[in-house]
């Protein structure tokens, strides 16, 4: 259809087109004439654009990896929803003293990345791939708390998202500050992008976040972390959320019953539920997984047990597919297991299909998809490359080389005796 004719479109028809269309395309189409230049800058046709792709299967898992083995520069791989292949990588750009920082992805919101590099939540980044848009955050003027360092990094937890009535993002760090009563307590520090600084809340939070994590996804908008809380000298675990819009933090009771002694455990989001993962030893250096679904938001009586897996040669569970598909993490390798092709009870499949190596330690994957959202940051050069099968088997092609070489010279022996 040639310009002219779409131009004679109301404008409505024209976002609607627009609107199902992939985000290189629409950044071709602005240098097309002003009215579509308009139509695509505008924030209501983002927002369409945002709504469509969070609902459609054009999405990724993206998760950070390194260049090679021995900790080169980071970059970001992008998996497609559909084949779990990589379909491309790009590279993070970063300033020279956090070129080689083991980047780690808080989150993904409407095709916004957030990413951090300290451990005490300090250092972050917002980044659009789709756009080369990247922004370094203000560092918070608030202290984490007066514990010595590596007590630090036991109590602190960050989360990412949006709140849709004043369509701003926010970062949210939760962190140990005292202990009181023979109880501990947590401050909560709110970074928003709309006026680009931080904000100490005054009321504090009862419990603490169990380790240096991020939260599992955003649910009935809040952010969800596992947490603890010390009464009367006994540690009873829970969820710890908090509410992107009014800024309230709550609690989820973990399953009734449920042990958890002795035993590694994790809050994350599938098909839209909370659900919580239990890693128990099954046989040595190969655990296995336990999970449990909330069927009803906050309502504690709706927890059930889903379904248990292994043991597996992985060491936690990292994300999850659109279907039955589980993502699974040892050391800097990453797994897949589709529970479709797995009959119950899903005990002894040791073998997982491969993902892919080199990526950075304490794997965070995270559903991603491509945006014209804008984070008023830099414009950056961003390097992108699409899937190398070499690259990808680099190390192994490495070893084959080796055998080759010790082949023949065994080979070269037995010919020639010295």
Known sequence: MPNSMLNDLPEDVLMDIFSRLPVKTLLQFKSVCKSWYDIIKDPVFISKHVNRSNHGNNGYLAVTRRDDTFGSTCFISLFSYETFREIYNITIPSKKEHSKAPFRIVGSCNGVLCLNVSKIGDTNFLFNPATNEFKELPKPDYPVNDLGENKIL??????????????????????????????????????????????????????????????????????????AIEKKKVIHHIIISFNIKDEVHGYIKLPAGIE????????????????????????????????????????EETWTKQWSLGPLLAWNLVGCGRNEELLFAASTRMYLYDLQKIKPPHDDILDGDILGSNFVDKIEVVNHIESLVTIEGTKVYVKRRKRSWFRENQFLLFVIFLKIISLTLCLLKIKYPV
Request: glycine share 10%.
């Open 154 to 227: 036991l109590y602190v937890g960050l989360g990412f998202g949006h709140n849709p009535e004043t369509n701003d993002y926010k970062l949210v760090r939760i962190s140990f500050c005292k202990k009181m009563k023979e109880s501990f307590y947590s401050t909560v520090d709110v970074y928003s992008l709309s006026t680009n600084s931080w904000r100490r809340k005054d009321k504090i939070v009862h419990g603490i976040i169990s380790g240096n994590t991020f939260s599992k996804g955003d649910l009935n908008g809040a952010l969800h972390w596992k947490g």
């Open 260 to 299: 958890l002694d002795n035993k590694d455990w994790h809050p994350f989001v599938r098909n839209g539920l909370p659900c919580i993962v239990v890693v128990s030893s099954r046989r040595q250096y190969e655990p296995g997984f336990d999970t449990s679904v909330m069927n009803e938001y906050g309502v």
